[in-house]
């Protein structure tokens, strides 16, 4: 499956509709308030030649640099709280749960099999179930790390010694783009991951596949050598 765009304005998830529904009230908050700006001033320079009186300065600093401002900006930081709300970091109780551990420089995540399936480990892979919220804990074990997938949520950062919580909840099925939102050393920007979201029965399968014990090569296979190199020498070797 080819990866789909990371951006956060093409949303695939709850948390990302919300905040791409922000960006764009933000947005256009901004361009009002830039455009009424942008017309007081060439009022002023072209249209105003003569000055204004004190009394309506006054009465323009009160309207438009005092009272306009602040009904704006109130309006703005109410509907952000309400669109955004912190409850928004925690899935509904009995939601599958996924330990992600910012390891220099991979993700360790770890199906916890919370939900009834076999608890396994695996590295910079996430599958996930469309229209099914997971609840994600998020720590490390070295430095801060920040969880990204920017289609599906916000960024939350993974702090050592503390345990951040993140859901994410994919409205739509595809390979998303993962990254490391928080400098962490000299392979940061190689910090990255996928977030395949697919069906049920799909997801389910994977995980049995992932659950099962690896196959043990037969002896005198390239796989067999690539295996006892593998052992001998370890994995970043
Ligand atoms: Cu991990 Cu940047």
């Known amino acids: 499956m080819p990866i789909e765009s990371s951006s ?25 308030i830039w455009g009424a700006v942008t017309a007081l001033v060439v009022y002023a320079v072209w249209f105003n030649r003569t000055g ?14 005092v009272a306009l401002p602040l009904l704006f900006l109130s309006v703005l930081l109410v509907f952000g709280l309400r669109q955004v709300p912190l409850e928004l970091a925690r899935a509904p109780e009995g939601s599958p749960v996924i330990d992600v551990a910012g390891e220099q420089w991979w993700w360790r995540v770890r199906y916890a ?19 099914e ?24 950062d993974m702090i050592p010694g503390r345990t951040t919580h993140l859901q994410l909840n994919p409205t739509r099925a595809g390979v998303f783009h993962g990254v490391c ?33 690896a196959a043990t090569p037969e002896p005198g296979t390239p796989a067999a050598r690539g295996a006892d190199l593998f052992l001998s020498t370890g994995c970043g070797a």
């Open 52 to 65: 204004f009186s004190p009394e309506s300065v006054r009465r323009l600093i009160l309207i438009g640099g």
């Open 8 to 32: 956060a304005l093409e949303p695939a998830g709850e948390s990302a509709e919300r905040i791409a529904t922000l960006f764009w009230w933000m947005t256009g908050g901004t361009v009002v």
């Open 133 to 156: 919220p997971v609840q994600l804990n998020l720590t490390s074990p070295d430095v801060i790390h920040s969880f990204w997938v920017p289609s599906l949520a916000g960024k939350v």
């Open 181 to 213: 939102a928080e400098y962490c050393g000299a392979s940061h920007a190689l910090m990255a991951f996928r977030v395949v979201v697919e069906g049920r029965g799909e997801t389910r399968a994977w995980r049995e596949a992932e659950a099962r014990d």
């Open 113 to 131: 099999g919370s939900d009834g399936g076999t608890a396994f480990e695996l590295a910079n892979e996430l599958h996930l179930t469309v229209g």
